[in-house]
């Protein structure tokens, strides 16, 4: 069986994929795919695990946590500690600006 490919890019440079797994975060699917990314608090708080979604989807929790605004959700921001995806997607671990 295989799960929906989850690409981590850094810009256009490709850094690891990995298959989603049900109920894995973002950041559980980089180390599969050898991929740091930089945390913190694990709990969607701080935001220092901020990426970008480049497509797919990855369902936010309502109200966002601390760690989003709109203006960041706006721009495609994603907390890769909270953040499940839910098919196939690209992200770039460079957050919206
Ligand atoms: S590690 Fe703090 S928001 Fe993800």
Redesign the pocket.
């Known amino acids: 069986m295989s799960g929906p490919i989850i690409r981590f890019y850094r810009g256009s440079l490709l850094l690891g994929t990995a298959e989603a797994i049900p109920e894995h975060t973002l950041l559980e699917i980089a180390e599969n795919a050898g991929v740091e990314i930089s945390?913190?608090?694990?709990?969607?708080?701080?935001?220092?695990?901020m990426a970008r979604i480049i497509s797919g989807t990855v369902p936010l929790p309502n109200p966002l946590p601390p760690?989003l605004d709109d203006y960041l959700v706006e721009n495609g921001a994603v907390?890769?500690?909270?953040g499940i995806p839910n098919g196939a997607c690209d992200i770039d671990l460079t957050p919206p600006l």
């Open positions: 945390r913190n608090c694990t709990s969607g708080n701080c935001g220092t695990c760690g907390l890769t500690c909270i």
